[in-house]
């Protein structure tokens, strides 16, 4: 199978079950509102940035691993391959005991976290061992998940997870409809995480028999050792600043403006990070093909990727951030969970915002982890967290809730967005910074101005709510791709998307 075959095979795959895992999240969340009370929503978010936290002890060995995978795969150097693993497999099992040792000896303090602990809620130190528990059963199988991504069948991975959590949430909802309890809720959770990695992991065996002696491992050479080190070494930074910004909003909220708000700020997050890991997945789905191409082709090709991946990230994103600028609010008041679970426009505008930055970044860091270079932006995380937890908690405390977010905008444009970008243009195409601002400056103005006026479009609309919906979402589903199509009709980039699409999702014409 080509590396294009598998890079649509993976994406196709991950598109279709994130639709599925979408669907089904939406009707637990419903369930798990009527039955449980809102708070739970905030225990949910929280101390799941406090597992992100103690993700730090991963140490950014995951990215480090699958580029070191590349090259040995592709020349099926199973020595090499033995080695690496068996050196993976051993630093995952550390990894995995710390955060569940760790995780453990901070149970009696994260009570700490949260500004006023709810009397309906008993046992929230139980809780969030499950939390833990949950969290640290992945490390010790994530070794293997890696082989199977740097290989470029991350398609597998989708297609199990799809039907795990599918299956999971079929059986959360049962026992929400049946007892309405919040620990056999977790439980599940926990069970079908453990599932999920041992189908995995049988599976890895399978399609790599030398997996199975792992009895002796070679030595890995020295070249490989101190590449893989210096990558970690940078990559400690990367984790650190990415797991601070990832989760401080969240426990800033906790901390001073209670579980409650944080429940409402939560059911918009699975809204947005259901879009998000489609998203995440179609990139996750081409790395190694990218990685694997950096590896054969010039600079000069590379960038000429770069700008049709680019290309499609734009379109796609911005015409997300347009669907969920326009139909969010209404989309949760009238058809799922109702008025009294809105958050203000004002702090979904800045949150949305976040959301386009955030993603429109995603096309450069998947080609930086692709060509293994954490370590030219090795200090960028940490000037990153601590200018999020500065401006976050100096906002916060000025203009409240939405301060949290504005914090995160000014970290995502004024540190994260630029050095990223410098850095790949620098050292993967060899090319001018400029010439990413320039394009990046053009296509931030395109969506802000085809934003406005769609908004306007819609804000016109006086119809009773469900029609005022589907009307909105029709204007939103054709007037932002006419502007585009019309701007982007004539570029190469957009006639290299409709070629792969007639090639792959239109075998009609092949005939």
Known sequence: ?????????????????????????????????????????????????????????????????????????????????????????????IIGSIVLVVGWCITPFITYLIKDVPENISGIHYIYIMFVLNAAISYFYSYKRSLITASQNQYQINAVHTAVYFCMNIFQIIVLLLTHNYYCFLGIQVLSTFAE????????????????????????????????????????????????????????????????????YSNYLVIFSAIKS??????????????????????EESYSL????????????SFCTICLFVLTNPFVETFWLGKEYLISGEILNVVLLNFYFENMRRTILTFKEAFGLPWHDRFKPLIGAIVNLFFSTVLAIKWGVIGVFIGTTITLLGVNVWIEAYVVFKYVFHKSFLSFLKEYVFQ???????????????????????????????????FPNVIYWIIYRQSKEFKYIISLVNKYFMPAKRL
């Open 1 to 93: 199978m080509s590396r294009t075959s598998k890079s649509i095979l993976n994406i196709i795959t991950a598109i279709l079950g994130q639709i599925f895992i979408i669907l089904i999240g939406f009707i637990s969340r419903k369930i798990f509102i009527l039955y449980l009370d809102a708070e739970y929503l905030g225990l949910n978010g929280l101390f799941s940035s406090i597992l992100t936290v103690l993700s730090l002890t991963e140490l950014g060995l995951g990215p480090a691993m699958i580029f070191s995978l590349y090259k040995p795969l592709a020349e099926n150097d199973i020595s090499i391959c033995k080695a690496l693993m068996g050196l993976y497999r051993k630093a995952y099992l």
């Open 197 to 264: 990695n041992i189908v995995l992991s049988v599976r890895v065996d399978k399609r790599f028999p030398w997996m199975k002696d792992n009895k002796e491992y070679n030595e890995i050479p020295a070249q490989i050792r101190n590449e893989i080190m210096r990558n970690v070494k940078a990559m400690i930074f990367h984790r650190f600043g990415g797991i601070v910004t990832d989760a401080i909003d969240n426990i800033l909220i906790s901390k001073f403006f209670g579980l409650l708000f944080l429940g409402l």
């Open 278 to 299: 489609v998203l995440q997945t179609f990139f996750s789905s081409i790395t190694a093909s990218i990685g694997d191409f950096g590896i054969q082709k010039s600079s």
């Open 306 to 317: 770069y700008r049709k991946i680019q290309f499609f990230n734009f379109w796609l994103i």
């Open 444 to 478: 931030a103005m395109l969506f802000g101005i085809t934003l406005l006026c769609t908004l306007w479009i819609c804000n016109l609309l006086s119809f009773q709510p469900f029609l005022n919906f589907v009307f909105r979402g029709i204007i939103c589903l054709f």
